[in-house]
């Protein structure tokens, strides 16, 4: 399964499916990009990050890949499972920004068994 | 180890009452962030703390809210006669010297009546 930007917040899977969860970005000066994990009532988790000069980073199960020239960042989530169910969030960082995080909106993520 | 606490977990109040929100930082950790995230939306940056700099307060909605950060560690964000479009999750996240990624806390859940 697949989301489009920010436009569309919902993604559902079947367990099993790889996912692909889309963000898009609007400032060219950003330098490094991470994705969260946000379960209801809890605070976001650090998943994967990646610099503006790599355009893949992969974790366990987990890829980011970075296109600078559309602007836009996705996260792969292979074989996904009901526990990958939560709130994905993007979010950038800009040198001259000092280490301020500025977040895209998310998108839910649900896994049905 | 442990991560970063946030107290009260949650915090209903009357309008117009001053509220403080608490938050310990992972130890070690030199820099300190506050955020914001409303019913379904993204992360609001409010105020970042780094070492013994001035911190950045640029995204400090109103001259209500205000934060300190006694000793490099525990921080306090204060919200002064609270409104009800102050009722949201509060997030406090820290990270490492030279580190990007950052660390988040439970939250705290701010309700104003």
């Known amino acids: 399964g697949e989301s489009v930007g920010l436009h569309l917040p919902t993604l559902s899977v079947q367990e099993g499916d790889n996912s692909i969860i889309n963000c898009a970005y609007s400032n060219s000066a950003s330098d490094y990009f991470i994705w969260y994990k946000q379960e209801s009532g809890k605070g976001p988790q650090f998943i994967i990050d990646i610099r503006s000069n790599m355009d893949k980073r992969q974790g366990q199960r987990v890829t980011v890949l970075l296109n600078k020239t559309v602007k836009h960042l996705s996260l792969q989530i292979a074989a996904t499972q009901p526990g990958d169910s939560a709130v994905y969030f993007c979010a950038e960082k800009e040198e001259t920004s000092g280490s301020r995080l500025t977040f895209g909106e998310g998108t839910q993520l649900t896994v049905n068994p | 180890g442990a991560g970063v606490s946030q107290s009260p977990s949650n915090k209903v109040t009357e309008k117009g009452k001053d509220v403080e929100l608490r938050c310990d930082p992972i130890s070690g950790h030199t820099a300190l962030y506050w955020y914001r995230q409303s019913l379904g939306q993204g992360l609001e940056f409010l105020i970042y703390?780094?070492?013994?700099?001035?911190?950045?307060k640029s995204g400090l909605p109103s001259d209500r809210f205000s934060a300190e950060r006694t000793g490099g560690s525990v921080s306090t964000l204060t919200i002064q006669r609270t409104q009800q479009e102050d009722s949201a999750v509060y997030l406090c996240?820290?990270?490492?010297?030279?580190?990007?990624?950052?660390?988040f806390g439970p939250g705290t859940r701010l309700t104003v009546t």
């Open positions: 703390f780094q070492g013994n700099s001035a911190p950045d």
């Open positions: 996240a820290s990270s490492s010297m030279g580190r990007n990624e950052q660390y």
